[in-house]
């Protein structure tokens, strides 16, 4: 795999005909070079065999094993491989959001930022068919750690997010399940006085299937980097 801008990491699980509407969108919205990789967890997940069939010459498709299974595993397995200046984390099933990441990539580069934000609740963003309880429950989440304890981002809880090779490179990842990565990356970023910018973004509740995001699976590891969060504030207010 060549080294080129960016790195998209997918985690994919049995994506089927879905993640050709993904993938046509990074070929139409995204000048930046970039890799793309797909990271699965076994050999007949039907992901796979579709993108073989319908972008047979595509070189910048890179096909992961992932080391652990699961959300985190494939995630991780991704950051592991990738190789580029910058590493995107994003849903397969998300094919409208592609028209950011050129933006995000330029903000980065003109602001030193070792993190970018697609932020669902800055001013131009907008959420669709998101479930009742799942967003009041993230909005709270996030408002108190943005507003009350100084987190850089409106959105820390999403994982789709652009992280710059030194935040791979300088950072231990702790977590185990889920999402909460990206969160851990945000914190440890800022507990590093790392520059943290939100850029707005769309969601898109997943149209194929069901999502993969469990509130209450995963709400003890998020909750556990609700505290971290709030002492990295304290650390930071009284200067520890």
């Keep these: 795999m060549l080294k080129k801008q960016l790195d998209i990491v997918i985690p994919v699980y049995n994506e089927g005909e879905s993640i050709l509407s ?31 069939k319908n972008f047979p010459k595509q070189d910048n498709i890179v096909f992961v094993k992932n080391d652990n299974q699961g959300a985190h595993g494939a995630v991780m397995s991704g950051i592991k491989h990738s190789a580029s200046s910058y590493i995107l984390v994003m849903p397969a099933d998300d094919d409208y959001n592609q028209d950011i990441i050129d933006k995000m990539i330029e903000v980065a580069l ?51 997010r652009l992280f710059s090779r030194k935040v791979v490179e300088n950072i231990q990842i702790t977590s185990t399940k889920g999402f909460t990565y990206s969160i851990e990356y945000l914190l440890k ?14 969601w898109i509740e997943r149209k194929f299937g069901k999502s993969r995001f469990r509130v209450l699976g995963w709400s003890t590891n998020y909750l556990n980097w609700y505290f971290y969060a709030w002492k990295v504030f304290f650390k930071k207010l009284f200067n520890i």
Excluded: M, W
């Excluded at 990074?26 to 076994?42: E, G, K, P, R, T």
């Excluded at 970023?189 to 769309?202: I, V």
């Design 189 to 202: 970023s800022y507990e590093k006085n790392f520059k943290c910018l939100d850029y707005p973004a769309n």
């Design 22 to 52: 993904t993938i046509n969108a990074f070929n139409q919205s995204v000048s930046s070079s970039h890799n793309i990789l797909i990271c699965y967890d076994n050999e007949n997940d039907n992901t796979i065999s579709c993108i073989k």
């Design 110 to 160: 003109k602001n030193n930022a070792e993190i970018v934000s697609p932020c669902r609740f800055a001013k131009g963003s907008k959420i669709i068919n998101g479930p009742f309880f799942k967003f009041l429950l993230v909005r709270i989440v996030n408002f108190t750690l943005h507003y009350l304890a100084r987190v850089p981002s409106k959105d820390s809880t999403n994982g789709f």
